[in-house]
């Protein structure tokens, strides 16, 4: 009866080792969650833009695709030629944009009965983004691109080239002031701010003042187009979670 006996005392300390394992997780589960706050910091930053990037295109219509390409690759050859005489790198062009496309005019209906298109020609779109990083040159290169050809485009976007400076002031005053605005929650509630035990930042982005957008005319001005590049704002957002001491 001795072995019958021990198997019996073997199999009920194996069953009882998961309930005694539990034990610990169960009374971590039933321990209370320490008290914390979070709140939300928004910092921002500024600086004035060190680059410019524009968008410049050139629109060509002839009866043929064939015209109108080559009318078209003319003027932006004598662009492009023009950025690079005057200093811009090549990396710093890029196309951003190609088209043909043909051209209809459609009839109006006669007798109730809609009339077919009638192909009239075709239109050639070539598109380059320009990185300008001398502002001061951002007017007349804009004037003189609209005298060798470029008709449609200039949309700018100021940018900054090594922005990490500013956005780390930006995320330094996020940080003060979600701990400036917990401590007034804290004294609010009448609780003691502890440590902070979590923070969380999202992604910073750029805010570049909308300058110039318009669709240019092929005749340009005497003078250089007047532009403001003003500053850019470089806002940070981070929630901070601090324990609230008992």
Do not use: C, H, W
């Amino acid at each position: 009866m001795a072995p019958n006996y021990t198997r019996t005392v073997l199999m009920t300390a194996l069953l009882a080792l998961p309930l005694i394992a539990a034990a610990p997780a169960f009374a971590q589960e039933m321990k209370p969650r320490e008290p914390v706050i979070s709140v939300t910091g928004d910092g921002e930053s500024s600086i004035a833009p060190d680059m410019a990037v524009v968008n410049l295109a050139v629109v060509k219509q002839a009866k043929t695709a064939r015209e109108a390409l080559d009318e078209n690759n003319k003027a932006m050859n004598d662009v492009l030629a023009a950025l690079k005489s005057g200093g811009i790198a090549e990396r710093d062009l890029q196309t951003s944009g190609f088209s043909i496309q043909p051209q209809y005019n459609y009839p109006q209906p006669v007798d109730g009965q809609q009339q077919q298109p009638q192909l009239i020609g075709y239109q050639t779109i070539n598109s380059i983004t320009v990185r300008l990083r001398d502002l001061a040159k951002l007017g007349a290169v804009i004037d003189q691109s609209v005298s060798l050809g470029i008709n449609q485009g200039g949309d700018i976007q100021f940018t900054n080239d090594k922005p990490d400076a500013v956005i780390d002031e930006a995320r330094k005053n996020a940080v003060a002031s979600a701990v400036k605005k917990a401590k007034t929650l804290s004294e609010a509630a009448g609780v003691k701010l502890g440590r902070i035990l979590e923070i969380n930042e999202n992604v910073p982005r750029a805010m570049p003042q909308p300058v110039y957008r318009a669709t240019m005319m092929k005749e340009a001005s005497d003078a250089a187009v007047p532009v403001q590049s003003g500053e850019n704002n470089y806002n940070v957002s981070v929630t901070v979670t601090f324990a609230i001491e008992q």
